[in-house]
């Protein structure tokens, strides 16, 4: 069974940084098209980043700059290290895995942003 | 960019109802967009791809049409479990680009 589990969430003062994990199982996360999606508290869902299986990333322009997406072949895990955080970053963050579209999600890591 | 605007924003309905969710973009997109539904506390789940293929084990009351700027959600058959909220998304491959709807709230009436 393919699964994807994030990690690393908190709460972190304004300017702060903050390191996502998505551990993989059932899946290789550097063979396939991974992605970040955020979703604030009441709202729809956000894009933030993708990683290909070429290795090639993508942002949003509301995290370009700030964020970075990597991955760990050997630990086969997704990261989003995410620096300079704001109050707008506050939101669940999915790890997506793009098959037919986004087929397989995490069930979410929560970060806050707030003094 | 490209924008997605669902219609309507929220739907009251009743068991066995046919519902319908439309999502237009801002301009003439290919037809690699999805469909989602979201039920609270608890990630997306893949309905529809590619516009109208339907992902394995979503019953067959979901379908889903359209092209160019206009794309449907249809639920045939309203169920209890079906209350939820409801989003499209489209992937831009030059350059690489992931849009969402807003959202469609499908309330109980």
């Known amino acids: 069974e393919v699964q994807l589990v994030e990690s690393g969430g908190g709460l972190v003062q304004p300017g702060g940084s903050l390191r996502l994990s998505c551990a993989a199982s059932g899946l290789t996360v550097t063979n396939n098209y991974m992605s970040w999606v955020r979703q604030a508290p009441g709202k729809g869902l956000e894009w933030v980043s993708a990683?290909?299986?070429?290795?090639?990333?993508y942002y949003a322009d509301s995290v370009k700059g700030r964020f970075t997406i990597s991955g760990h072949k050997s630990k086969n895990t997704l990261y989003l290290d995410m620096n300079s955080l704001r109050h707008e970053d506050t939101a669940v963050y999915y790890c997506a895995s793009q098959g037919r579209a986004f087929d397989i999600w995490g069930q979410g890591t929560t970060v806050g942003v707030s003094s | 960019a490209i924008q997605l605007t669902q219609s309507p924003s929220s739907l009251s309905a009743v068991v066995g109802d046919k519902v319908t969710i439309t999502c237009r973009a801002s301009?003439?997109?290919?037809?690699?967009l999805a469909w989602y539904q979201q039920k609270p506390g608890k990630p997306p789940t893949l309905l529809i791809y590619d516009a109208s293929a339907l992902e394995t084990g979503v019953p067959s009351r979901f379908s889903g049409s359209g092209s160019g700027t206009q794309f449907t959600l249809t639920i045939s058959s309203l169920q209890p479990e079906d209350f939820a909220t409801y989003y499209c998304?489209?992937?831009?491959?030059?350059?690489?680009?992931?849009?969402f709807g807003q959202g469609t709230k499908l309330e109980t009436k």
């Open positions: 301009q003439a997109i290919t037809s690699v």
């Open positions: 990683m290909f299986n070429d290795g090639s990333t």
């Open positions: 998304q489209h992937f831009n491959r030059h350059p690489p680009l992931y849009t």
